[in-house]
């Protein structure tokens, strides 16, 4: 059973920053890729950061620069640092993990960034 929990979500003004925090259970740390999504209203959800079993991560262009992916094998647990925040960064930040072609997803945590 793979289960991931993500916090650290909240209100925060732009410019400022935010760390979220993904604790997994089972197997996840063998999963072939893990990484963070979010979801705006209305919108798609998009890729955010991720890191493949050999270490390298991947980020879009607009965050690039601004966030960091990271693990603790030691204590289960992906984080995503998020700094130089933005309005559009606003929505539900979801952690995933792709184990034999299956994703599991977590509940979600709100990011909201006001002007």
């Known amino acids: 059973q793979v289960q991931l929990v993500e916090s650290g979500g909240g209100l925060v003004q732009a410019g400022g920053s935010l760390r979220l925090s993904c604790a997994a259970s089972g197997t996840i740390f063998r999963a072939d890729t893990m990484g963070w999504y979010r979801q705006a209203p209305g919108k798609q959800r998009e890729l955010v950061a991720t890191?493949?079993?050999?270490?390298?991560?991947n980020y879009p262009d607009s965050v690039k620069g601004r966030f960091t992916i990271s693990r603790d094998n030691a204590k289960n647990t992906m984080y995503l640092q998020m700094n130089s925040l933005k309005p559009e960064d606003t929505g539900v930040y979801y952690c995933n993990a792709q184990i034999l072609g299956l994703h599991y997803w977590g509940q979600g945590t709100q990011v909201t960034i006001s002007s």
């Open positions: 890191f493949t079993r050999d270490g390298s991560t």
